[in-house]
């Protein structure tokens, strides 16, 4: 994942890191 992606969906990154 690119640091642009993170910006965009924080909140959803978080949760998949968590899934995952």
């Not at 994942?1 to 995952?20: A, D, F, G, H, Q």
């Amino acid at each position: 994942m690119t640091s642009k992606e993170l910006n965009e969906e924080p909140y959803e990154m978080k949760i998949s890191c968590t899934v995952l």
